[in-house]
């Protein structure tokens, strides 16, 4: 296996940022203006796309810094990175339960959510933002014993494999009218969505082989910047009510294409865009301004007066999501790479490649 080489990409910090700004345009207009958007499903897409090239990276990094993969720290790296700001923002939304401010979660949807079990069981639109860190978790669960076992071009087609065989099994339920299309379950349940993240996870070991990194790279390259989001944004306003069966697979391929033109091709101009400082900035917040603003801008069912008027909504849970930022995950940011340092081997803290240089950026962007 040649030698991993994975870096951080300024590019990607924006690609999140824009994510989470169109989950919050989103749920603007379909909430607050009372008008259809799938926008909001279209940010939370590119987030498991990105997260499954990210959390890869991470985990192949340690594998060849160390020589394998230490899951213990792996899983306490994740617990410290996400496990506190959701803890406080279920406890506020536990208190608002408690006083009859929230008035659509049942008692068993926290607890669902604390177990990361929110895309199985729940029905409340208060906490149904949290489904998809499930998601996150139950294959992060599974994911890293697969990359620690195999090899490079072993774990590439496996991924592969378990990327096109959740993509089918999910076709088939649609096309075979196995559950109501707009109760969710093939929209959220693991085994009809794990391709979201997994084929993430293929983008990520392709760079790692220089065969399969030049067979990407001419692939997404064919494609153009412009064609490539210009499709992506019509197949995500128009395709859904015409091909409901390959909409999310189709959807999720023009994804993966658009991150991989990010990271393989990357034009001045694609690079300029995604670099921008709003956008990196908002990707900085995006965990908190995830999880808040689900209360103020998506919660029809909770009436708060002005706090759930537009702009103020939008204010309210930026200047949250900044506090919980600066005031809870970067305190547990730094925990999470001090525990990082002190339980790495002697040898893997010398400088091997850029990677090496930049693992602290790249582990401080981990979601």
Known sequence: MNEFRFRHYGELDGLRGLAVLLVVLGHLLLFSREGPSDLAALGVLLFFVLSGFLITGVLLNDKSARGRISLSNFYLRRVLRLAPALLIFLAVAAVLIFRRAIVDVPSYELIACVLYMRNIFGRSSSLGHLWSLSLEEQFYALWPCFVSRLSTRPLLFTAAAVTCGVAIARMVAIQGGWFDYNAAIVYMRPWFRFDSIMIGCCLCIATTDDVWRERARILVAAIGPALAWLALLAWTAVAERIFPTVFLTVQTMLCVVVLGQ?????????????????????????????????????NPHSHWGVLQVFPINVVVSLTIAELSYWLVEVRFLKLKDSFAERSAPASALRPRSDLIRCLTHVRDRER
Do not use: M
Not at 270 to 277: E, Q
């Open 262 to 298: 990010l990271i393989l091709c990357p034009t001045p101009v694609l690079s300029l865009i995604f670099t921008n400082a709003l956008l990196r900035h908002l990707g900085r917040i995006s965990y908190g301004l995830y999880l808040w603003q689900q209360l103020f801008i998506a």
